[in-house]
Antibody, heavy 119, light 110 residues
């Protein structure tokens, strides 16, 4: 069974870097799937951040592209997200998810982790 | 890219059918058959309900169906049940390996 688990600091200061890790179990990230990050501000909708292939290829949301970096660690079977120069508007629940091999749909999701940007 | 447009709310009584719309443009919804729908209960992660406009993943009841006409996709829930009360989000491929989500619709079972 595919399981994803996000982890990282729950509180980040403005202008700092938000760093999260997504540990994948029950499935190798070195397969045919891409791995994505999606966020959801409190009480608001979902926003696609980007996705990454195990080779390191990435695609980012154009609105976040200048601040986002994703990476993979195949030895640990995990993917990571870094978001720089954060402000309060980056406060959100951050989800990692597996992009299905068909249809550009996310078929497995982590439970999400809340990151608050505040001094 | 702009978010897809969904009505903020929808409702129906148990046993009835309800349809949620998702309007985009010819650059996303209208241009590709890559529309997905997600169900999200409070405090939970989204769950994939529909992919490629009208296909259901294994385990999703056939009460859930999807369709598309032009730049608007739709999710229909037939035979509404109490557990269907949730937020529903559409998403679409938007070209150049971009994805876009809708703003979400809160479905209430009366």
């Amino acid at each position: 069974q595919v399981q994803l688990q996000e982890s990282g600091p729950g509180l980040v200061k403005p202008s700092d870097i938000l760093s999260l890790t997504c540990a994948v179990s029950g499935y190798s990230i070195s397969g045919t799937n891409w791995w994505g990050w999606i966020r959801q501000p409190p009480g608001k909708g979902l926003e696609w951040i980007g996705y990454i292939f195990y080779s390191g290829s990435t695609y980012y949301n154009p609105s976040l592209k200048s601040r986002v970096t994703m990476s993979v660690d195949t030895s640990k079977n995990q993917v990571s997200l870094r978001l720089s120069s954060v402000t309060a508007v980056d406060t959100a629940v951050y989800y990692c998810a597996r992009l299905s091999t068909f249809g550009y749909a996310f078929d497995y999701w982590g439970q999400g982790t809340l990151v608050t940007v505040s001094s | 890219q702009s978010a897809l447009t969904q009505p903020p709310s929808a409702s129906g009584s148990p046993g009835q059918s309800v349809t949620v719309s998702c309007t985009g443009t010819s650059s996303d919804v209208g241009g590709y058959n890559y529309v997905s729908w997600y169900q999200q209960h409070p405090g939970k992660a989204p769950k994939l309900m529909i992919y490629e406009v009208s296909k259901r993943p294994s385990g999703v009841p056939d009460r859930f169906s999807g369709s598309k006409s032009g730049n608007t996709a739709s999710l229909t829930v037939s035979g509404l049940q109490a557990e269907d009360e949730a937020d529903y989000y559409c998403s679409s491929f938007a070209g150049s390996n971009n994805l876009v989500f809708g703003g979400g619709t809160k479905l209430t079972v009366l």
